[in-house]
C-alpha cells in the first residue's frame, strides 16, 4: 500500500496535529499560538520535502519523465511564503479569539490526515513534481477511490486553516487564490501527463 519511508514521517505529522489541537483546546490562547503553530507548519513542510525527494530519485530511477511545463519553481516559492506572510499577518494586527482559532486547528488536522491518507495511498509515486512513470498504473485506493487529486484538496486546507488560525484576512485570502490558480495549471499539466503516459506519448512535449 505505501513505502515503509512513509510512516515515520506520516505519524510525526499525525501526532503534530494532535499536539496543536490538545494545547490550544487547553486554552494555551493566552499564551499565543503562533509559534507553535508555525514551527508545525514548516517542520511538516520540511519532512514532506524530505520524503517527496526521495520519491522524486525513485521515480526518475524508474524511467519517470517530468513535464516541461509544470509550475512547479513557482509553487514551491509561494507555498511557504503563503504561510510566511499569514503569520507575519498575524504579529502585526494579532490573532482571532478561542474559537476560530479551535475551528482552523480542527480543519488543519482534518486536512494533514487527508494528506497523509494520499501519501499512504500513492507510496512512492507522491512527490512534490510531476514525474510520471510511462506505463504505471493509476493509483485508484484510498482517497482516490472518490477524488481525482486529494492531496491539492489537503494543501487547500491547510492554507485555509493557518489563514483562519492566524486571523489572516489579507494574506489568507490572497493565499489561497494565487496558489488556487496555480493548483489549477498544475491539475492540467498533471492530468496531461498522466493521459500522456497511458497512450505511451511522449510526456516532455508541452
Request: hydrophobic share 55%; aromatic share 6%.
Amino acid at each position: 500500500m505505501n513505502s515503509g519511508a512513509a510512516r515515520p514521517a506520516s505519524d510525526i505529522y499525525v501526532l503534530g496535529a494532535i499536539l496543536l489541537a490538545v494545547l490550544v483546546a487547553q486554552h494555551e490562547l493566552n499564551k499565543g499560538p503562533s509559534l507553535l503553530i508555525a514551527t508545525i507548519v514548516f517542520a511538516a513542510m520540511l519532512l514532506e520535502a524530505r520524503h517527496a525527494s526521495r520519491n522524486e530519485r525513485a521515480q526518475r530511477a524508474r524511467g519517470g519523465v517530468e513535464p516541461l511545463d509544470d509550475v512547479y519553481r513557482i509553487m514551491q516559492l509561494v507555498y511557504p511564503a503563503s504561510f510566511a506572510a499569514m503569520f507575519v499577518e498575524d504579529a502585526v494586527r494579532g490573532g482571532p479569539g478561542s474559537a476560530v482559532v479551535i475551528a482552523g486547528a480542527a480543519l488543519f488536522a482534518a486536512s494533514k490526515a487527508l494528506k497523509i491518507w494520499a501519501i499512504r495511498s500513492l507510496g512512492p509515486s507522491w512527490t512534490f513534481r510531476v514525474i510520471v512513470v510511462p506505463g504505471a498504473a493509476l493509483v485508484e485506493k484510498g482517497p482516490y477511490r472518490w477524488l481525482r487529486h486529494p492531496n491539492y484538496l489537503a494543501v487547500i486546507g491547510e492554507l485555509a486553516s493557518v489563514a483562519a488560525m492566524t486571523g489572516a484576512l489579507v494574506s489568507g485570502p490572497t493565499a489561497l487564490a494565487v496558489f488556487g490558480l496555480l493548483l489549477i495549471k498544475r491539475i492540467h499539466v498533471e492530468n496531461r501527463a498522466l493521459a500522456a503516459a497511458a497512450r505511451g506519448s511522449d510526456l516532455t512535449s508541452k
